[in-house]
């Protein structure tokens, strides 16, 4: 099938506009929560910063055009009464902007330079081009004019408090053109033999391409699927500090980072069609993975986080993943992620086991990805029962590993520890009609109106019958017409936008109807796949919604809510027949 050449249309203030590569976006949004009047460069270099203002300009009195903004993968426009102004990206790090009857200005965001601080503004003979460069992101930003008049350049080489920046225009009848690089430190002058026109054609061409890998299956089913497939690929990042492959960000607005967990679902979500960089999502944080063979918390450009970890999904993840490619990993693959997943197995059987003890715990609610959740309040060093569970799905698929690595008595070893702690698990925390958490020091037992105490259910298969149908039972309730809400929304603990406390979650989703599914449980899992897709095909691809309205909460562009959608879609085509 082939995707609309115009890719599906978007607005910036919920998903920025980019392209597979870019460390930077175009986007009002340039901080948590705060979006500016005008788009922005926004670089992800060294965090999150706002670089560049881009304003449409009126020609005759060079004021600011009032205009509305227009965006499909591969075209941003802003459109006046009297013209447009086109943007389209050349390159991971080079953008074309082309106006008629509109100027553009480019400005700096910061207006004041310290010796330490801000961005500092000249014009390079070198290169014939306006120079801004950024102590925030540590990189240059080139401005070269194509065609057209610079109509104004202000606070050149201008120290302390300045407005820096350079205007174009061009006389009514005509076009103007510039472009705009994020670079290092020196490169040749900008020159390109290739047309705007040809540039957009380029951009729609790339992520036709991608959409049709990614995406093959998708129909008027999935309305969504384009959209959500613009999301994983627009905030993919090409290697760069501390991501060590391609890497898709959590998001290109606030949530800039690859998380220890959130890159399972974009694993998978990617790797029918396109294997490589979904191998690559599975691995980035590996590549981390410390002397005791802990995960980081989180990776970005330029840290590495290691005062948390998250739960380890990787082995349900890694099994899906390797069914999942059109070409089986080969014995070297599967040794590589035998080894990670061992180190990584070891680090919760030994650091997070207390001496004597069978099960593992958290150190805080952090630790589970589920940061706030009620299970944690009583006390935040704790022993629950989803960590058990991943534990014995990931002790599982290494045994599997081991058989086909012909090392059957590792495979027997990692069989015999799954099973010893699933009995522990059924022993301690199972009180015949719930799961209870405990504290690892105190040795009390409580349970919680959350979700997460449901979460064995991912167990799946391995559950005994009765159990998995009290949870499904259970689960149920947690239901609303948008999906599993994390908190009931009976409970006195529950909160609209509560992050854990409530809002409903796509990682939650989908484990949790994997789980149903593999206990049999088929009905109830098509229930909460239709409602997911729903949500996410009317209220977008947020981080998190509100429960009981739909609404999408906090980060507008969250690509594991993104290829959560795509894994529900793809799965329930194959079921339907498409």
């Not at 005062?307 to 693959?333: C, M, Y």
């Not at 909160?495 to 789980?515: F, N």
């Amino acid at each position: 099938m082939t995707a609309a050449r115009s890719g599906p249309a978007f607005s910036v203030h919920d998903i920025p506009f980019s392209t597979y590569g870019s460390w930077f976006d175009i986007s009002p949004v340039v901080a948590e929560k705060t979006y500016a009047e005008d788009l922005h460069l926004v670089s992800h270099q060294n965090g999150m910063h706002g670089v560049l203002r881009l304003v449409p300009l009126d020609p005759t009195t060079g004021d600011r055009a009032e205009t509305r903004v227009e965006a499909t993968p591969a075209l941003l426009g802003w459109i006046g009464e009297s013209g447009r102004v086109d943007l389209a990206y050349e390159s991971p790090d080079t953008v074309r902007l082309r106006g008629s009857g509109l100027g553009i200005g480019v400005f700096a965001v910061a207006q004041t330079l310290t010796p330490f601080s801000g961005t500092y503004f000249f014009h390079d003979p070198a290169a014939d081009a306006h120079i801004f460069t950024s102590y925030e992101t540590g990189r240059r930003y080139r401005v070269t004019l194509l065609s057209g008049t610079l109509a104004k350049a202000a606070g050149a080489q201008a120290l302390g408090r300045a407005e820096r920046g350079v205007a174009v225009t061009a006389e009514a009848n005509d076009t103007w053109e510039i472009a705009v690089e994020e670079l290092d430190t020196a490169r040749p002058p900008y020159a390109s033999s290739a047309g705007f026109d040809d540039i957009v054609e380029s951009a729609r061409g790339g992520f036709a391409d991608f959409v049709d890998a990614v995406a093959p299956w998708r129909s008027s089913a999935a309305p969504a699927a384009e959209l959500a497939t613009y999301v994983l690929w627009s905030a993919t990042v090409q290697p760069k500090g501390l991501v060590t492959r391609p890497g898709v960000l959590m998001s290109k607005h606030w949530m800039d980072k690859v998380w220890s967990w959130d890159h399972c679902f974009n694993a998978l979500a990617l790797a029918p069609g396109s294997p490589e960089l979904a191998l690559d999502q599975f691995h980035l944080p590996f590549d981390h993975q410390d002397a005791a063979g802990a995960l980081p918390d989180s990776i970005t450009h330029s840290e590495v986080l290691h005062n948390f970890v998250k739960p380890p999904i990787h082995g349900w993840a890694f099994g899906h993943l390797r069914r999942r490619l059109a070409t089986p990993p080969s014995q070297d693959e599967l040794a590589e992620a035998y080894d990670r997943l061992t180190r990584w197995t070891d680090f919760w059987l030994t650091a997070r086991r207390a001496p004597e003890a069978e099960l593992a715990y958290y150190q805080h609610g952090n630790d589970s990805g589920w940061d706030n959740a009620t299970t944690f309040d009583p006390e935040r060093v704790v022993v629950t029962a989803d960590l058990a569970a991943f534990l014995i799905l990931q002790l599982h698929e290494l045994a599997d590993l081991a058989i086909e690595l012909s090392r059957p008595d590792e495979a027997a070893r990692w069989t015999g520890t799954a099973e010893e702690m699933q009995t522990a698990l059924l022993d301690q925390l199972w009180t015949g009609d719930r799961f209870v958490a405990r504290g690892a020091d105190t040795g009390d037992t409580w349970s919680s109106a959350s979700l997460l105490d449901l979460m064995p259910i991912a167990l799946g298969e391995h559950l005994p019958g009765e159990i998995s149908s009290v949870l499904a039972d259970r689960i149920k309730a947690h239901l609303t017409p948008y999906g599993l809400a994390t908190e009931l929304t009976t409970s006195p603990h529950y909160l609209a936008d509560g992050y854990w406390r409530g809002p409903i979650w796509a990682p939650a989703t989908v484990l949790i109807e994997d789980g149903l599914r593999r206990a049999g449980h088929h009905r109830l899992a098509d229930d909460i796949s239709v409602r997911f897709r729903a949500l996410c095909e009317i209220h977008g691809f947020a981080e998190n919604f509100d429960a009981l309205t739909g609404t999408g909460l906090r980060d507008r562009a969250y690509t594991w809510t993104a290829a959560s959608y795509l894994l529900l879609a793809e799965a329930h085509a194959h079921r339907d027949g498409h």
